[in-house]
């Protein structure tokens, strides 16, 4: 059996499309044609002081929770339909269930979801993604994971050595490479190219 693993935003859901129209919006920013950050935190596009007003800001607004999909919501379905499909994403737990409310109002399908990561929120000390995986694996499961942070994408495969961890490409990982990290370019290398899956459809 396999037990699948995903981030949510920037994997799933159209985080940097949401967040720019909050921040544009509150700080009343033109942002050029096209434009892509390559910093994890917008450094590129905010002072570290707006960085922080537009996060509590975005955190309130309903542009938090009326996120687009950046896959498919019914192939994403079909295709991991047969499995436990379980969302870890690093966001604060006061704000899982109106995650969990964007993503089955857009169309996902989900065993569960689940605060996880290497961002501690004050008063909401999080587990690793890993740690979340630990408890909620079962004997002779096997792991796919998907992620967009490269240091989570190490998280889980540190500590499990037989999983298959994908890293969903973005800007601002173009330079991380790892021999057992396979990287994603679209949704449609994990739909065709993972070992996992492709296993299970030849031997069923």
Same mark, same amino acid.
């Given at each position: 059996?396999?037990?699948c =693993?995903f981030?949510?935003?920037?994997?799933l859901?159209d =985080?940097e499309?949401?967040?720019?129209k909050?921040?544009?919006h509150y700080?009343? *920013?033109e942002?050029?044609k096209g434009?892509q950050?390559?910093?994890w935190f917008?450094k590129?596009?905010?002072t570290?002081?707006?960085?922080?007003?537009?996060?509590?800001?975005f955190?309130?607004?309903?542009?938090?929770?009326?996120?687009?999909p950046l896959?498919?919501?019914a192939? =994403?379905?079909?295709?991991?339909g047969?499995y /436990?499909v379980?969302?870890?994403?690093?966001i604060?737990?006061?704000? *899982?269930e109106r995650?969990?409310?964007n *993503?089955?109002n857009?169309g =996902?399908?989900?065993a569960?979801?689940?605060?996880g990561?290497f961002?501690?929120?004050?008063?909401h000390p999080s587990?690793?993604k890993?740690?979340?995986?630990?408890e909620?694996?079962?004997?002779g499961?096997?792991? *796919? #994971?998907?992620?967009?942070?490269?240091d989570n994408?190490?998280?889980?495969?540190?500590?499990? /050595?037989?999983?298959?961890v994908?890293?969903m490409s973005r800007? #601002?990982?173009?330079?991380?490479e790892?021999?057992?990290?396979i990287?994603?370019?679209t949704?449609?290398d994990v739909?065709?190219?993972?070992r996992?899956?492709?296993t299970?459809?030849?031997?069923p």
């Open positions: 059996m396999i037990r =693993f981030d949510v935003d920037g994997v859901l =985080f499309g949401s967040y720019l909050a921040v544009s700080f009343n *920013l942002l050029p434009y950050t390559n910093s917008f590129d596009l905010l570290e002081e707006q960085m922080h007003e537009g996060w509590r800001y955190l309130k607004s309903q542009h938090f929770e009326q996120m687009e896959v498919n919501p192939q =994403f379905n079909n295709t991991f047969a /436990p379980h969302f870890v994403t690093n604060p737990p006061d704000c *899982l995650r969990c409310g *993503l089955r857009v =996902f399908q989900f569960s979801a689940h605060c990561g961002i501690v929120y004050q008063g587990p690793t890993a740690e979340v995986i630990t909620l694996m079962e004997e499961e096997a792991v *796919l #994971f998907v992620d967009d942070h490269p994408c190490l998280n889980v495969r540190e500590a499990f /050595p037989e999983s298959e994908w890293l800007p #601002f990982n173009h330079e991380f790892h021999p057992e990290v990287r994603a370019q949704w449609e739909f065709t190219q993972s996992l899956l492709q299970t459809v030849l031997h």
